[in-house]
């Protein structure tokens, strides 16, 4: 029975030899295996035509770029990288993909070599992209906004439009959703923004909206007491005057003159209105001169035919159109004509017989 148990001890001394012996083989093997796979590949292993694989360019001074798309899998990152040469083994990203948490965000990564392949994993998943600087101009529309970000590669234009149309947002910020056609057009801020590529179409839309409402905050805090129709309408005659004026002292005056026209019930004639309808729901080149028969054009949006406000912004409102509407210039005048195209001032008249007298003037040689 003693000699029994001296073998199972014997036995199992061996055991435990042995498995020690394999652990200090395999553990450096495997330890050698994750350093010589996690490593950075030489420059000379970079592949020669790096900048034909798709989603990766270089610049001048040999920064490279690297773009993940939306919805790409880590299995397609690993594949582009390996074949560019940034990672020797596709399946050692694999593995490290399954076990680093968190996921790959989309965008575009500059990828400074020598980089290891932890260290790349871990620049897609952190998210720092390169941002993208993307000016939107005053008086731009939705649709020219969306056409500014797809050239940038920010986001898609049909996906722009369809954000700017949900109704979770529209409710998010207040806007009326009885309408036809309701969008945030009006209510995204013509700023200078900064966005990675294939940065998704809601994120956009709720940044230049929380903007939109920061800037108007800071023109008029009051801006609050406001009924989400009594904003809408503000917002709206906002669009209007940004696409009227050119000399930025003379922009209260035509909220006061637009003011005048909706209290008494006249119509706006605002021709900015007319090439709303030509451009944006037409979807024509903009006239260069509108045409008698343009302003007889059926639509909702035609200020000609239709006293009141039009159903929606024409166009994205600046801080001194936005602040002209919140405090319109009191005046008589309800009339406003353009005296000189070069430097945009405006002639303004109280009466019909002084607008139209003021146009011969002009006429005369």
Same mark, same amino acid.
């Given at each position: &029975?003693? =000699?029994?148990?001296?073998? /199972?001890?014997?036995?199992? *001394?061996?055991?435990?030899? +042995? #498995?020690?012996? !394999?652990?200090?083989?395999?553990?450096?093997?495997?330890?050698?295996?994750?350093?010589?796979?996690?490593?950075?590949?030489?420059?000379?292993?970079?592949?020669?035509?790096?900048?034909?694989?798709?989603?990766?360019?270089?610049?001048?001074?040999?920064?490279?770029?690297?773009?993940?798309?939306?919805?790409?899998?880590?299995?397609?990152?690993?594949?582009?990288?390996?074949?560019?040469?940034?990672?020797?083994?596709?399946?050692?990203?694999?593995?490290?993909?399954?076990?680093?948490?968190?996921?790959?965000?989309?965008?575009?990564?500059?990828?400074? &070599?020598? =980089?290891?392949?932890?260290? /790349?994993?871990?620049?897609? *998943?952190?998210?720092?992209? +390169? #941002?993208?600087? !993307?000016?939107?101009?005053?008086?731009?529309?939705?649709?020219?906004?969306?056409?500014?970000?797809?050239?940038?590669?920010?986001?898609?234009?049909?996906?722009?439009?369809?954000?700017?149309?949900?109704?979770?947002?529209?409710?998010?910020?207040?806007?009326?959703?009885?309408?036809?056609?309701?969008?945030?057009?009006?209510?995204?801020?013509?700023?200078?923004?900064?966005?990675?590529?294939?940065?998704?179409?809601?994120?956009?839309?709720?940044?230049?909206?929380?903007?939109?409402?920061?800037?108007?905050?800071?023109?008029?805090?009051?801006?609050?007491?406001?009924?989400?129709?009594?904003?809408?309408?503000?917002?709206?005659?906002?669009?209007?005057?940004?696409?009227?004026?050119?000399?930025?002292?003379?922009?209260?005056?035509?909220?006061?003159?637009?003011?005048?026209?909706?209290?008494?019930?006249?119509?706006?004639?605002?021709?900015?209105?007319?090439?709303?309808?030509?451009?944006?729901?037409?979807?024509?080149?903009?006239?260069?001169?509108?045409?008698?028969?343009?302003?007889?054009?059926?639509?909702?949006?035609?200020?000609?035919?239709?006293?009141?406000?039009?159903?929606?912004?024409?166009?994205?409102?600046?801080?001194?159109?936005?602040?002209?509407?919140?405090?319109?210039?009191?005046?008589?005048?309800?009339?406003?004509?353009?005296?000189?195209?070069?430097?945009?001032?405006?002639?303004?008249?109280?009466?019909?017989?002084?607008?139209?007298?003021?146009?011969?003037?002009?006429?005369?040689?």
């Amino acid at each position: &029975m003693a =000699k029994k148990k001296f073998n /199972i001890f014997l036995f199992l *001394i061996k055991l435990i030899t +042995i #498995l020690i012996t !394999i652990a200090l083989i395999v553990i450096p093997a495997t330890l050698a295996l994750v350093i010589y796979f996690n490593s950075s590949p030489s420059e000379k292993i970079l592949n020669s035509n790096i900048s034909d694989i798709e989603g990766i360019s270089i610049a001048d001074d040999e920064t490279y770029y690297f773009d993940i798309r939306r919805g790409e899998s880590s299995q397609s990152v690993g594949l582009r990288l390996e074949r560019a040469g940034f990672i020797k083994n596709r399946f050692f990203w694999n593995f490290l993909c399954r076990f680093e948490s968190g996921q790959i965000k989309t965008g575009t990564y500059i990828i400074d &070599m020598p =980089k290891s392949q932890l260290a /790349i994993l871990r620049l897609f *998943i952190t998210g720092n992209a +390169i #941002l993208n600087k !993307i000016t939107i101009p005053e008086g731009v529309t939705l649709l020219k906004t969306a056409r500014i970000l797809e050239e940038a590669g920010i986001c898609s234009i049909n996906d722009f439009l369809s954000a700017a149309r949900d109704p979770q947002i529209l409710n998010h910020y207040g806007i009326p959703v009885n309408l036809i056609n309701a969008t945030m057009e009006g209510y995204l801020f013509p700023d200078t923004y900064f966005f990675p590529k294939f940065f998704p179409a809601n994120n956009i839309i709720r940044i230049m909206a929380d903007n939109f409402f920061k800037k108007l905050e800071d023109i008029s805090p009051s801006f609050r007491s406001l009924n989400p129709k009594e904003l809408h309408d503000k917002v709206i005659l906002a669009s209007i005057v940004e696409r009227e004026y050119r000399i930025p002292d003379e922009a209260p005056i035509m909220a006061g003159v637009f003011s005048n026209r909706l209290e008494i019930r006249m119509a706006l004639q605002s021709c900015a209105t007319v090439e709303y309808i030509i451009t944006e729901i037409q979807g024509k080149p903009h006239p260069r001169v509108l045409r008698h028969s343009d302003l007889e054009i059926r639509s909702p949006y035609n200020t000609y035919l239709l006293p009141g406000l039009p159903p929606g912004p024409i166009s994205a409102p600046g801080t001194v159109a936005l602040r002209s509407v919140m405090y319109p210039q009191e005046t008589d005048f309800l009339y406003f004509r353009l005296t000189d195209a070069s430097s945009g001032r405006h002639y303004f008249s109280k009466t019909l017989d002084e607008h139209i007298s003021a146009g011969e003037l002009l006429t005369k040689p």
